[in-house]
């Protein structure tokens, strides 16, 4: 949970003029390039249900350093990138922002765009459109986790093992649906979803970590949600791998492909985890990436 004001209130303050579209900031860092900067769009700021902010404390704590002391943007469902950290400037203007790293960073060029092209055309980077804003539909799984093992005899072949992830969305733009498939997406199973952040609107307006939790006040969802689904082990056993693949309620769905880009960013295609065999009746899940593991 974040402690600080709503970013709209300063800009009612401010009191943008009409031709004003985009809100620039500007961090207190220096990296190779300049401070970090980026711009967000001035009609997200505005709206209360982007619920942007300005924040001094995370989880009832002051900002630590790494996090952005003493103070940073905070923009829910947008790739993190536009979230400044040690912020110390905003400027409003008619155009994005023209930093290096707003140019530079955080971007989906076509898939046509070689290495060699993006190097050498520089106007690839400065096209607005290929910006990367809101994040995509994604879904994971993190049980059963990496190289767990089950056991599969006969005497068993009813009881079930828990399958169970995460998904979220940018936008906020709840997730509808959560489905994992045993065949490589020819047949779905419908999994359970709990919103967590439904716990916070229900609760109404409440006070914690020095400032009032207004959850209540927005339909927007902007935090993750857990699913979970209970599979026989007997369907475990004969099938390949699991994977899962998460729709928002725009009807917006993981691809089952990539969408290659020369930055590699917003890959959000089905989630696989293998299911190999390791004996007459023992089966173990393999995840493709691991979480936390030395050198990424």
């Known amino acids: 949970l974040w402690t600080g004001c709503m970013m709209r209130d300063i800009m009612l303050k401010a009191k943008p003029k009409n031709a004003a579209r985009f809100v620039w900031m500007e961090g207190g860092d220096n990296p190779a390039n300049g401070p970090y900067g980026t711009s967000v769009r001035l009609c997200w700021v505005m709206d209360p249900e982007r619920s942007i902010m300005l924040a001094y404390k995370q989880n009832g704590s002051f900002l630590s350093p790494d996090h952005g002391r ?20 905003i400027i409003i203007s008619d155009v994005p922002s023209n930093n290096w790293y707003h140019y530079f960073d955080n971007r989906v060029l076509p898939t046509m765009v070689t290495p060699e092209e993006a190097k050498k055309n520089k106007q690839w980077w400065k096209d607005e459109r290929y910006a990367l804003y809101d994040m995509a539909v994604q879904s994971a799984i993190w049980k059963p986790s990496n190289n767990e093992t089950v056991t599969v005899d006969g005497e068993d072949d009813d009881n079930t093992v828990s399958v169970s992830g995460y998904a979220s969305n940018g936008a906020g733009v709840r997730v509808g649906r959560v489905e994992v498939s045993l065949d490589k997406g020819r047949t779905w199973k419908l ?4 919103y967590p952040e439904d716990r916070y609107r229900e609760a109404g307006h409440i006070k914690l970590f020095g400032g009032l939790v207004n959850v209540c006040d927005r339909m927007s969802c902007l935090c993750w949600c857990f699913w979970k689904i209970s599979i026989p082990k007997k369907e475990l056993f004969v099938a390949k791998d699991i994977v899962v693949r998460a729709m928002d309620e725009r009807m917006c769905i993981q691809p089952r492909d990539m969408y290659w880009n020369v930055t590699s960013m917003m890959n959000n295609w089905w989630y ?10 023992v089966i173990r899940f393999e995840h493709p990436v691991l979480a936390n593991k030395k050198g990424g």
Do not use: E, M, T, Y
């Open 272 to 281: 696989r985890v293998a299911i190999r065999k390791d004996g007459p009746n």
């Open 191 to 194: 999994a359970d979803i709990d």
């Open 70 to 89: 003493p103070f940073r943007a905070i923009i829910p469902g947008v790739i993190g990138g536009r979230s400044v950290k040690w912020l110390k400037k």
